[in-house]
């Protein structure tokens, strides 16, 4: 989906007044909706805090705290109740009297209390840049103070939501923003990219796009992406994936990999590796040791999709990427693929259906090698590669890039820095690799790196690799059943 510009988003609104629907409805369905998602992300919740100004983001907040009911809920407000006009009034006359409202210039540390969740419904989309109002400063000092879970509505207070640039004395750091209609852009440019959190889009029944938006790719591409066993499939139509990785200096990174591909839906996972994998694997991935200088041919006859240069280390080598770039069906490359292709560019062969999956540091390695010159831009220098190699690039980190050629880089609005740790690289090569077994290769891709993301914000403590594969097996269950995620 296009992000969309604060125009076009008020644009959008009048439209579907147009067409009929109640503008307040609109408000109805944003708050609700952001009331579910709330409710699913913090369901130990002790207290939500909702704190609201005076216009449309602030009738979303108040929509909201009426739907968190019966849950505990206080609302402190930059404005009194007569203060509301259009759509918010109409929230401040359904709120519930039971729920207690506070207007307030300052809030202080004692008005937080361990347990709480902090809803922002401040600003919005209103807030065009500058300098924030001083009862809004405070109120936004107050929250990042607090060190306590922030869910914004729309996007986090004080941030432009066309550049993403912070008010110049503060804005909101949430954990969580919930972006109503379409993706704003400031979310994922400049300081709003990295003071939103997690992202969840929440369709409130808008329609049309800007042409020039950023490509992102959502929890609503997902949904609609993800795949969803036939009543009749059978092993080998759910793909039959090989895994050709590690080394005795890396044994753990094709194990991991071939576990992953089996969570992510896989019929058939073969793995092959001149490492003893035997105690590392799960039952049901066929494991055949190889012969140094050997090649995993008998099991590529039999694959649809090749994952391999997780943990190569030493085993591998030019031919070994000759190898892997031949193979008939689709191919995933990660990791010591990608060097080797690096340290020997003469020796590439352009070919379709390939996917890699570069991090920063391998990505730059390639474009030197190939003389691709750094843009300073993670999109167009993905763009770039993807056209150099004739590949699907999947260029890791904060808001992870997918290219290929001739088309719009997709940013993937889901990750967390907690999947910054040895071996959760090896486990999107095998996810990816299990998708591309019954999707197309951007598809496989842009869906993997969403679902990987997403089961890093998921965690309930601090992940290894090793338990990943199950995150990411519970996020495709949830994604096929279209649950909140």
């Known amino acids: 989906m296009l992000t969309a510009p604060v125009a076009l988003i008020r644009r959008m609104e009048n439209q579907a007044v147009i067409s009929g629907i109640a503008e307040y409805d609109l408000m109805l369905r944003a708050g609700i909706r952001a009331a579910d998602y709330i409710r699913e992300f913090f369901p130990y919740a ?29 609302i402190f407000s930059t404005k009194d109740k007569a203060s509301f006009t259009g759509c918010a009034a109409n929230a401040v006359r359904d709120l519930p009297e039971t729920i207690p409202f506070f207007v307030r210039s300052t809030l202080s540390d004692a008005d937080f209390f ?24 405070n109120f936004i000092s107050a929250v990042n103070r607090s060190n306590l879970p922030v869910v914004a509505l729309d996007l ?59 490509a992102v790719y959502t929890n609503i591409e997902a949904v609609a ?19 050709w990785g590690s080394s005795p200096e890396y044994p753990g990174a094709a194990a991991l990999s071939a ?41 590529m006859k039999s694959s649809d999709v ?19 770039l031949e193979f008939p069906g689709k191919v995933v490359l990660d990791a010591d693929a990608l060097n080797i292709a690096a340290g020997e560019p003469s020796s590439w062969i352009c070919r379709e ?60 609005a889901a990750g967390s820095p907690m999947l910054a740790t040895a ?5 999107l090569a095998g996810v990816i690799g299990a998708l591309a077994g019954k999707m197309e290769a951007v598809e496989a891709a842009a869906l993997g790196a969403y679902i990987h993301g997403v089961a890093g914000e998921n965690l309930r403590s601090i992940p290894i690799a090793d338990e990943l594969p199950q995150l990411i097996s519970e996020v495709i269950i949830k994604l096929q059943r279209n649950q909140l995620i």
Request: proline share 5%.
């Open 46 to 74: 002790r207290r939500f805090v909702i704190l609201c100004g005076g216009g449309n983001n602030g009738g979303d907040a108040l929509v909201a705290a009426r739907y968190l009911l019966p849950h505990k809920v206080v």
């Open 114 to 137: 361990p347990g709480d969740v902090i809803v922002d419904g401040l600003l919005g989309i209103g807030f065009s840049g500058g300098v924030l109002k001083a009862n809004v400063q």
């Open 156 to 214: 986090p207070s004080g941030i432009d939501a066309d550049s993403g640039n912070a008010a110049d004395n503060g804005a909101v750091k949430a954990d969580v923003t919930l972006t109503f209609g379409r993706p704003k852009s400031g979310l994922f440019q400049s300081d709003g990219s990295l003071l939103r959190g997690a992202v969840r889009l929440l369709d409130i029944g808008l329609s049309g796009d800007s042409p020039d938006g950023i």
């Open 225 to 243: 992406a993800v795949p969803r066993f036939a009543v009749d499939c059978h092993k080998n139509s759910r793909g039959r994936i090989l895994i």
């Open 259 to 299: 576990v992953a591909a089996l969570k992510a839906g896989a019929g058939i996972v073969r793995c092959v590796s001149e490492a003893d994998l035997s105690n590392r694997l799960c039952n049901a991935v066929i494991f055949e040791k190889l012969i140094p200088g050997n090649y995993p041919d008998k099991f």
């Open 306 to 324: 090749l994952v391999c240069g997780c943990g190569w280390g030493s085993c591998a080598n030019v031919e070994s990427l000759h190898r892997a």
């Open 353 to 412: 259906n390939l996917i890699i999956t570069p991090h920063p540091g391998e990505a730059a390695r390639l474009m030197q090698a190939f003389g691709i010159p750094s843009s300073g831009n993670r999109q167009s220098d993905a763009l770039n590669l993807a056209e150099r190699l004739n590949a699907t690039v999947v260029l890791k980190g904060h808001d992870s890039v997918v290219a290929f050629p001739g088309g719009k880089p997709l940013l993937v």
């Open 423 to 427: 071996g959760s690289g090896d486990v």
